[in-house]
Protein backbone atom coordinates (compact mmCIF):
# COMPACT_ATOMS: atom_id res chain seq x y z
CA UNK A 1 0.00 0.00 0.00
CA UNK A 2 2.58 2.26 0.87
CA UNK A 3 4.22 1.78 -2.69
CA UNK A 4 0.83 2.43 -4.30
CA UNK A 5 0.61 5.80 -2.17
CA UNK A 6 4.17 6.61 -3.26
CA UNK A 7 2.87 6.38 -6.77
CA UNK A 8 -0.26 8.81 -6.11
CA UNK A 9 2.15 10.98 -4.00
CA UNK A 10 4.26 11.41 -7.41
CA UNK A 11 1.51 11.66 -9.67
CA UNK A 12 -0.72 14.42 -7.78
CA UNK A 13 2.56 16.43 -7.33
CA UNK A 14 3.13 16.57 -10.70
CA UNK A 15 -0.49 17.32 -11.61
CA UNK A 16 0.04 20.24 -9.14
CA UNK A 17 2.97 21.23 -10.92
CA UNK A 18 1.14 21.41 -14.55
CA UNK A 19 -1.57 23.61 -12.85
CA UNK A 20 0.62 26.27 -11.45
CA UNK A 21 2.28 26.90 -15.14
CA UNK A 22 -0.99 28.41 -15.76
CA UNK A 23 -1.93 30.09 -12.66
CA UNK A 24 1.70 31.32 -11.65
CA UNK A 25 0.83 33.98 -14.73
CA UNK A 26 -3.33 34.28 -13.93
CA UNK A 27 -3.07 34.84 -10.12
CA UNK A 28 0.45 36.26 -9.65
CA UNK A 29 3.73 34.94 -7.60
CA UNK A 30 2.66 37.04 -4.11
CA UNK A 31 -0.92 35.85 -4.53
CA UNK A 32 0.07 32.23 -5.33
CA UNK A 33 2.67 32.15 -2.66
CA UNK A 34 0.69 33.89 0.05
CA UNK A 35 -2.42 32.39 -0.28
CA UNK A 36 -1.07 28.94 -0.97
CA UNK A 37 0.58 28.44 2.08
CA UNK A 38 -1.87 29.74 4.13
CA UNK A 39 -3.97 26.76 2.54
CA UNK A 40 -1.04 24.46 2.90
CA UNK A 41 -0.95 25.62 7.09
CA UNK A 42 -4.81 24.61 7.31
CA UNK A 43 -3.74 21.01 5.90
CA UNK A 44 -0.98 20.55 8.08
CA UNK A 45 -3.29 21.54 11.16
CA UNK A 46 -6.15 18.99 10.29
CA UNK A 47 -3.60 16.53 9.39
CA UNK A 48 -2.41 17.35 12.56
CA UNK A 49 -5.93 17.21 14.15
CA UNK A 50 -6.48 13.78 12.52
CA UNK A 51 -3.47 12.12 13.95
CA UNK A 52 -4.37 12.89 17.68
CA UNK A 53 -7.31 10.89 17.61
CA UNK A 54 -5.54 7.94 16.30
CA UNK A 55 -8.13 5.48 14.94
CA UNK A 56 -7.86 3.33 11.17
CA UNK A 57 -10.04 6.31 9.81
CA UNK A 58 -8.74 9.29 11.33
CA UNK A 59 -5.34 8.19 10.20
CA UNK A 60 -6.29 6.70 6.83
CA UNK A 61 -8.10 11.02 7.01
CA UNK A 62 -4.26 12.37 8.18
CA UNK A 63 -2.54 9.84 4.64
CA UNK A 64 -5.11 11.89 2.55
CA UNK A 65 -4.08 15.26 3.66
CA UNK A 66 -0.61 14.44 2.90
CA UNK A 67 -1.22 13.65 -0.58
CA UNK A 68 -3.54 17.00 -0.67
CA UNK A 69 -0.52 18.72 0.63
CA UNK A 70 1.94 17.52 -2.05
CA UNK A 71 -0.72 18.60 -4.61
CA UNK A 72 -1.07 22.05 -2.70
CA UNK A 73 2.54 22.72 -2.54
CA UNK A 74 3.24 21.58 -6.16
CA UNK A 75 0.54 24.10 -7.32
CA UNK A 76 1.51 26.88 -4.74
CA UNK A 77 5.17 27.73 -3.42
CA UNK A 78 6.94 24.59 -4.68
CA UNK A 79 6.18 26.34 -8.02
CA UNK A 80 6.84 30.21 -7.27
CA UNK A 81 9.66 29.54 -4.56
CA UNK A 82 12.35 29.65 -7.61
CA UNK A 83 10.58 32.14 -9.51
CA UNK A 84 10.29 34.80 -7.22
CA UNK A 85 13.47 34.10 -6.30
CA UNK A 86 15.15 34.47 -9.59
CA UNK A 87 13.01 37.92 -9.91
CA UNK A 88 13.85 39.66 -7.02
CA UNK A 89 17.16 39.66 -7.36
CA UNK A 90 18.62 42.65 -8.70
CA UNK A 91 20.77 42.37 -12.00
CA UNK A 92 23.92 42.35 -10.67
CA UNK A 93 23.52 39.88 -7.88
CA UNK A 94 21.01 37.20 -9.29
CA UNK A 95 23.48 34.63 -9.79
CA UNK A 96 24.96 35.13 -5.99
CA UNK A 97 21.19 35.50 -4.64
CA UNK A 98 20.09 32.36 -5.91
CA UNK A 99 23.40 30.44 -5.00
CA UNK A 100 22.75 31.62 -1.46
CA UNK A 101 19.09 31.14 -1.65
CA UNK A 102 19.52 27.66 -2.46
CA UNK A 103 22.43 26.93 0.00
CA UNK A 104 20.21 28.11 3.00
CA UNK A 105 17.13 25.76 1.15
CA UNK A 106 19.24 22.99 0.61
CA UNK A 107 20.62 23.37 4.44
CA UNK A 108 17.36 22.98 5.80
CA UNK A 109 16.39 19.98 3.96
CA UNK A 110 19.68 18.33 5.06
CA UNK A 111 18.86 19.50 8.88
CA UNK A 112 15.12 18.08 8.30
CA UNK A 113 16.40 15.01 6.58
CA UNK A 114 18.09 13.95 9.79
CA UNK A 115 15.48 15.49 12.54
CA UNK A 116 12.28 13.99 10.43
CA UNK A 117 12.96 10.23 11.37
CA UNK A 118 13.25 10.78 15.41
CA UNK A 119 10.16 13.09 15.50
CA UNK A 120 8.47 10.16 13.31
CA UNK A 121 9.96 6.62 15.06
CA UNK A 122 8.06 5.16 17.72
CA UNK A 123 11.19 4.54 19.66
CA UNK A 124 11.70 8.68 19.69
CA UNK A 125 9.30 11.23 19.78
CA UNK A 126 6.77 9.04 18.39
CA UNK A 127 5.08 12.29 16.65
CA UNK A 128 3.79 10.51 13.59
CA UNK A 129 1.37 12.78 11.67
CA UNK A 130 1.12 14.92 14.68
CA UNK A 131 4.55 16.89 12.68
CA UNK A 132 1.57 18.95 10.73
CA UNK A 133 1.40 21.08 14.44
CA UNK A 134 5.29 21.59 13.93
CA UNK A 135 5.03 22.29 10.21
CA UNK A 136 2.11 24.23 11.07
CA UNK A 137 3.45 26.48 13.66
CA UNK A 138 5.98 27.37 11.58
CA UNK A 139 4.24 28.38 8.58
CA UNK A 140 2.78 31.22 10.70
CA UNK A 141 5.72 33.68 10.72
CA UNK A 142 6.39 32.53 7.16
CA UNK A 143 2.86 33.74 5.83
CA UNK A 144 3.59 37.02 8.24
CA UNK A 145 6.85 37.08 6.30
CA UNK A 146 5.12 37.01 3.03
CA UNK A 147 2.52 39.21 3.65
CA UNK A 148 4.55 42.06 4.84
CA UNK A 149 7.70 41.37 2.36
CA UNK A 150 6.82 39.32 -0.99
CA UNK A 151 6.53 41.03 -3.82
CA UNK A 152 4.33 40.96 -7.03
CA UNK A 153 6.54 40.46 -9.57
CA UNK A 154 3.92 39.72 -12.02
CA UNK A 155 4.27 40.91 -15.64
CA UNK A 156 7.31 43.35 -14.31
CA UNK A 157 10.27 43.77 -16.53
CA UNK A 158 13.80 43.98 -14.34
CA UNK A 159 13.98 47.32 -15.19
CA UNK A 160 10.60 47.95 -13.35
CA UNK A 161 12.14 45.53 -10.22
CA UNK A 162 14.74 47.77 -10.03
CA UNK A 163 13.11 50.97 -10.22
CA UNK A 164 10.66 49.24 -7.45
CA UNK A 165 13.74 48.18 -4.99
CA UNK A 166 15.36 50.97 -5.83
CA UNK A 167 12.62 53.24 -4.45
CA UNK A 168 11.80 50.95 -1.88
CA UNK A 169 8.20 50.51 -2.54
CA UNK A 170 6.54 48.36 -0.14
CA UNK A 171 5.96 45.23 -1.31
CA UNK A 172 2.49 45.33 -1.13
CA UNK A 173 2.19 47.64 -3.59
CA UNK A 174 4.72 46.19 -6.21
CA UNK A 175 1.41 45.07 -8.15
CA UNK A 176 -0.06 48.51 -8.55
CA UNK A 177 2.72 50.54 -8.63
CA UNK A 178 3.72 52.88 -12.00
CA UNK A 179 7.25 52.80 -12.94
CA UNK A 180 8.84 55.84 -14.51
CA UNK A 181 9.37 52.76 -17.03
CA UNK A 182 5.95 52.18 -17.73
CA UNK A 183 5.39 55.94 -18.01
CA UNK A 184 7.73 56.61 -20.47
CA UNK A 185 6.56 53.58 -22.19
CA UNK A 186 3.09 54.84 -22.40
CA UNK A 187 4.05 58.34 -23.43
CA UNK A 188 6.17 57.14 -26.63
CA UNK A 189 3.07 54.66 -27.39
CA UNK A 190 0.90 58.18 -27.62
CA UNK A 191 3.39 59.89 -29.40
CA UNK A 192 3.64 57.52 -31.95
CA UNK A 193 -0.43 57.03 -32.12
CA UNK A 194 -0.92 61.00 -32.58
CA UNK A 195 1.65 60.63 -35.68
Do not use: H
Request: aromatic letters at 12%.
Amino acid sequence: MSFKLQIIQQVLSMFGNVISWYLVDKLGRRSLTLYGTIGLTVVLWIMGGLAVGGSVAELKGCIAMILVYCWGYNVSIGATAYTCLTETAAARLRVKTIAIGLAISNSFSLMWAFVLPYMFNPDQANMGGKVGFVFGGLCVPSILFLWYFQPETKGRSYEELDEMFMKKVPARQFGGYVTDAQTQSRQVTGAMEKS
